[in-house]
Each structure stands twice: as structure tokens, then as C-alpha cells.
């Protein structure tokens, strides 16, 4: 039995290796190159201590992409996963021979790669060709600068986002839904309990564990935001669309500020770990209850 128990860490070791090289190694490697002011071109490479960390804080268009990925944030995952909800409860209580073709056909948008996303909605955007702008002058309102408006730039993204991402959430919550228990259900129906009683003292409760996972997971993606900022945008106008990504990837690629970029992906890091506790701490609060 021990050498079975022995031979478990052997078929390990692979995956082990492999999570070194991929993870632990790549996170020591910035953490390091933050420390450090690094130049390729100049082939300077200078320790600096703090002051990559000090710089960041203290810019002005890095608080700039802070505000706006926060704002893209809570923005897109509260959307999201209120309309996943939705759509769940509904396709939940949807009896219907069409219901399995529907679901496939909203599940399309999450498919797609983000990029091609991008283009599509960026296509439909556009100011004198799109076909939004064409619908909103159909109705007699004047044409929208979706894109190159400060003032709702950021929002006509954030609804790509939306579009694409709002499957996953429905995703998770209606399978969540499809396993629970209908003794239950049937015990409220003897009770005379109405679908909404129904909603608000069973289901919901029930459902939570779904509901912080999708906001969780959707929180560290969208942390991530840069595809659909970088297609569609290219963080303008002005920096009404800079995302902490596009900060980091405009620092390290364009300005080739190595050691600089290390810094504020490590503080991004610590901003989605701070971010992501309640989360985590809700999510294991509900399992816990529910087991």
C-alpha cells in the first residue's frame, strides 16, 4: 500500500514541473524585475527599490486606468451576472420543445474568440457606416460617436463585454438550478407559496453559491480587460479607455519601461487579490452553510 501511496507522487511530478516553470517561476521573475530599472534598448538594467511602485501611484494616467478598470468592473460583472440570473430563472421555468435550440443559440457569443468580438462590434459602431447608428436614425435620433466620445467610449465597451460574457454567467446559474432539489418546491406548492415567495425564500438563497462564483470569476477577467480595449479603442480618446492592462502593456511594449510594467502588474495582482476576498469569503461562507 506505501508503495502505491509513493508511486501517486511520481505520476505528479510532470504537473509539478510544469506549474514551476509556467507560474512560480514567471511570478519570482517580475516580482524581481519590478526592483529593477530595466531598459533593453539602452541595455541598461538598474536597481531602483521602490521607486517603479512610487512612480505608479503617484502617475496620473495609472489612477486614470484604475478608476476606469474599477468603473468596467462593477459595471460589466453586475451586468452580467444579473442578466445570466435572469435568463436562468427563465430558462428554468420554460417548457417549451424550443428551449435546448435557444440556449444553444445564446451560449453562441461566449464562443467567439474576444478579438473577433472586438472587430464585429467596433464594425457596428462606427459612425457613418454602423448598423447602430443606422437603427438610431431610423427612430430619428442623431448619430452616436460610440467610440470616440470620452463621455461613453468606455460604456459602448463595456457592453460589448456584456453581450459576450453574460452566457458564461447563465451558464453556471442555470446549471446550479438544474440540481436542485424539487421536494422542496413541491412542499412550497402544498404551502401556497407564489413563484416570487418561491424566488426570494428558496431559490435565490439557494443559488448564492453560483452567484459569487460568476461574480468572482467574472471580477479577475475583467480586471484583465485589453483585447477589446486595444481593438476597439486603442485606450483613447484620450485616456477615457485606459485599463490597467493596456497601462501595463503601453508601458512595457511601446515605451519598453520593463522594470516599470513589473510593478504595476504586481500591484494589479494585489488590487484583484483585495478585490477578489469578499468574493472568496462569501462564496465558502455559502457552500459551508449549505453542506
Known amino acids: 500500500m506505501k508503495k502505491a501511496e509513493k508511486s501517486i507522487y511520481w505520476f505528479l511530478l510532470p504537473s509539478i514541473f510544469l506549474l514551476l516553470i509556467f507560474t512560480f517561476y514567471p511570478t519570482i521573475y517580475e516580482i524581481a524585475t519590478s526592483f529593477f530599472k530595466i531598459d533593453y534598448i539602452k541595455n541598461i538594467t538598474k536597481f531602483v527599490g521602490l521607486n517603479n511602485y512610487l512612480q505608479g501611484i503617484s502617475d496620473p494616467l495609472f489612477i486614470i486606468a484604475v478608476k476606469n478598470t474599477f468603473y468596467f468592473v462593477i459595471l460589466a460583472v453586475f451586468s452580467e451576472t444579473l442578466l445570466g440570473l435572469i435568463l436562468a430563472l427563465f430558462f428554468n421555468s420554460l417548457k417549451s420543445r424550443y428551449e435546448k435550440l435557444l440556449r444553444s443559440i445564446i451560449l453562441i457569443p461566449m464562443l467567439l474568440p474576444p478579438i473577433t468580438v472586438a472587430l464585429t462590434w467596433k464594425m457596428m459602431y462606427d459612425y457613418n457606416y454602423g448598423v447602430i447608428n443606422f437603427i438610431v436614425e431610423v427612430f430619428g435620433r442623431k448619430a452616436i460617436e460610440w467610440l470616440n466620445s470620452p463621455k461613453i467610449a468606455l460604456f459602448s465597451i463595456i457592453l460589448t463585454d456584456i453581450w459576450q460574457w453574460s452566457p458564461f454567467a447563465f451558464l453556471i446559474i442555470f446549471a446550479y438550478l438544474q440540481s436542485l432539489p424539487q421536494d422542496i418546491y413541491e412542499s412550497a406548492d402544498v404551502d401556497g407559496a407564489n413563484y416570487l415567495q418561491k424566488l426570494r425564500y428558496i431559490t435565490l438563497p439557494l443559488i448564492k453559491p453560483a452567484i459569487f462564483l460568476v461574480a468572482l470569476l467574472r471580477t479577475i477577467d475583467t480586471f484583465r480587460v485589453f483585447d477589446k480595449v486595444y481593438v476597439m479603442t486603442g485606450g483613447g480618446p484620450g485616456n477615457s479607455t485606459e485599463t490597467i492592462s493596456f497601462y501595463i502593456y503601453r508601458n512595457a511594449f511601446r515605451y519598453f519601461q520593463i522594470g516599470y510594467s513589473?510593478?504595476?502588474?504586481?500591484?494589479?495582482?494585489?488590487?484583484?487579490?483585495?478585490?477578489?476576498?469578499?468574493?472568496?469569503?462569501?462564496?465558502?461562507?455559502?457552500?459551508?452553510?449549505?453542506?
Open 262 to 291: 513589473s510593478s504595476i502588474a504586481i500591484i494589479m495582482v494585489t488590487i484583484v487579490l483585495l478585490f477578489s476576498m469578499p468574493y472568496i469569503r462569501n462564496l465558502m461562507k455559502s457552500i459551508s452553510q449549505q453542506t
